[in-house]
């Protein structure tokens, strides 16, 4: 596609659900990160990968989270036992992975839970 | 540790006047220093970017001015539209490849 995808735009669950948000990168791009924003607050990152591999995950904030990216196209978040504090927008990026290029945003999953 | 500070936090303009918006870091290691632009709902889009190796870039309307030595970088606007009325947010990477953002800075630009 012509950009950054990211499903579903909106995802309601309930307190200790698992969810699954997906991302999409832009054709050809290999490094992918996933950023996670609260309310008012600039995005904050979660986890980078460099083709198939997590380059970087120090941003998970504890093992609930976890992502995949098998093929090393599209991207998976994964959240278990779901908490309210859990709640914001989870934003995809994706660039070249040349160095410092720009990352291109995907327009985020907004997640509720409640 | 917040690594890049952002302000102000909220700014209002007049149509036509200049919008300034101020950031600093802290890690001496980032090399690269984008702006991005988010409207509600949608994801932050890059706007511009430096790098430590100049002192300015000028994109249209929208300017960078940078000073290595204080570790402080900043965003013009020029010429402010209400179309450009948006969250800003700065940011900075390095090898470690993250963007590292600041906190945001609502600008509304009245007509």
């Known amino acids: 596609g012509a950009g950054v995808s990211q499903t579903p735009s909106n995802k309601v669950t309930e307190k200790g659900k698992y969810v699954e948000l997906r991302c999409d990168p832009i054709s050809g791009h290999t490094a992918l990160y996933w950023y996670r924003q609260s309310l008012g607050q600039g995005p904050e990152f979660l986890i980078y990968?460099?083709?198939?591999?997590?380059?970087?995950d120090s941003g998970l904030p504890n093992d609930r989270f976890f992502a995949v990216r098998p093929e090393g196209s599209v991207s998976t978040l994964k959240i278990q036992r779901t908490e309210r504090g859990d709640s914001a927008v989870y934003l995809c990026?994706?660039?070249?992975?040349?160095?410092?290029?720009?990352?291109?945003f995907g327009q985020g999953t907004r997640l509720t839970v409640v | 540790q917040q690594q890049v500070k952002q302000s102000p936090q909220s700014l209002i303009v007049q149509k036509g006047g200049i919008s300034i918006i101020n950031c600093a870091y802290e890690?001496?290691?980032?090399?690269?220093f984008p702006w991005y632009q988010q409207f509600p709902g949608k994801g932050p889009a890059l706007l511009i970017a430096?790098?430590?190796?100049?002192s300015e870039k000028k994109e249209g309307r929208f300017t960078i001015s940078f000073n290595k030595s204080a570790k402080q970088f900043s965003l013009h606007i020029m010429d402010s539209q209400p179309g450009d009325s948006a969250t800003y947010f700065c940011a900075a990477t390095g090898s470690a490849r993250q963007l590292t953002f600041g906190s945001g800075t609502q600008l509304t630009v009245l007509p």
């Open positions: 430096i790098r430590p190796d100049v």
């Open positions: 990026a994706s660039s070249l992975g040349t160095g410092a290029s720009e990352a291109f």
């Open positions: 990968f460099q083709g198939t591999g997590a380059a970087d």
């Open positions: 890690n001496t290691a980032f090399d690269y």
